[in-house]
């Protein structure tokens, strides 16, 4: 007992950490650690909490008494088989109830309908499950802390799970009873370091395939989903391979849906090197009113540095071509631009001048010279030597000193260079420049 009271001072004070072994893919370890957490942490009274107060736009130290207002911080959604529950850790008061309390951030009101019990006999996390007399929903109610007795309102520093609330409660949210508009720090969340790309193997399971995703983005904040807007493909990133493996086969055992994982698309770009000039005709006759628009066009790179990706210059004197289709060409390029021959990727930092060309009082019209500046465009790319571009990242790497070798090896065999190398402690920071694609299996095999 005195060795674990003095640990928890030393803990407290900011001392020094302990250290448990543990996985969380077998459920290993996990007990002991919330174990921990009751004996070594500071309990909620022992801590000042902070809010801010939305009326006054100044922080405010909660005194974290039972008599207090209301103030309680939606942390953690999870949807199971009793429906969808929302984890809340109060701060301030107490929930009994029939209790209204009121989101902060969107203003709504929640009517709080949960029946529940707190068992003091067992030290562990456990659920109790009961119904509620009024509305017959069902409670559940996660007891952390020990050693309470019996009350009839949930009091500071409790974890609480509440179900049947007919609104989504979003995680980050504060709840209050009207008294006061007090918001707390939501969680730090960290950026996700690994990302891969997944979809659904037969198109008929899209719909189980997307609520998955939702519902697993809802619970989790360090798991994102996006829609890569190139190369369509649904992204998930996490923190970690183990921890997108994880929801993969979560979304293949809980939804029966058979899912195909793999790298990424790199975005790729094209660009020319040099200047390529051509004099194109297009003319087409069909009976009607035929098709005539010619363009005297030159292409070439945009100056290095140039923020804009394309220009597209009138250098036409005159009335060769009407002002009117200039337009016309100008969005034909564009549309060129969006799909290069090489492999088929946008081209960028991109000049496009218009020099001369020739109208047809009948037959041209807006869409005859969009069709020329296209046409001309996929003729005189490869004149202008194109070539591909491949997104680089800038790269920080932080390991101990006796790797570095090893590390810097790795980078130089992608093809990475090294721009720095600085010392943090016992630590080596390495900063690289290293091309987007490799790293993908950089952070696989660390």
Known sequence: MDLEEAIRRATIAKKFVPVFMGSAFKNKGVQPLLNVVLSYLPYPIEVNNFALDQNKKEEVMLPGTPDGPLVALAFKLEEGRFGQLTYLR???GVIRKGDFIINVNTGKMVKEIIIWKLD????????????SIGEGSLALYVCILTRWRIFKSRMLGKLLLFLGWTVLQPSGDTFTDGSVRYTMTSMNVPEPVMSLAVSPVSKDSGGQFSKALNRFQREDPTF????????????????GELHLDIYVERIRREYKVDA?????????????????QFDYLHKKQTGGQGQYG??????????????EKFDFENMIVGQAIP???????ENGFKEAANSGSLIGHPVEYLLVVLTDGASHAVDSSELAFKLAAIYAFRQCYSAARPVTLEPIMLVDLKVPTEFQGSVAGDINKRKGVIVGNDQDGD??????????HPLFIFLASY
């Open 294 to 307: 010619r363009v005297c066009v030159y292409i070439e790179p945009l100056p290095t540095g140039s923020s």
């Open 120 to 131: 003091n006999a067992v030290q562990k996390v456990h659920f109790d499950v009961w119904k």
């Open 427 to 436: 630590d080596s920071v390495i900063t690289a420049h290293v091309y987007h």
């Open 90 to 92: 109060i701060y301030e």
């Open 224 to 239: 994102r989903v996006g829609l890569d807007p190139e190369s369509g493909q649904t992204i998930i990133s996490g923190m």
């Open 323 to 329: 002002s009117s289709f200039v337009p016309a060409i």
């Open 260 to 276: 195909t994982v793999g790298k990424p698309r790199v975005n790729f770009r094209e660009t020319v090197t040099q200047r390529a």
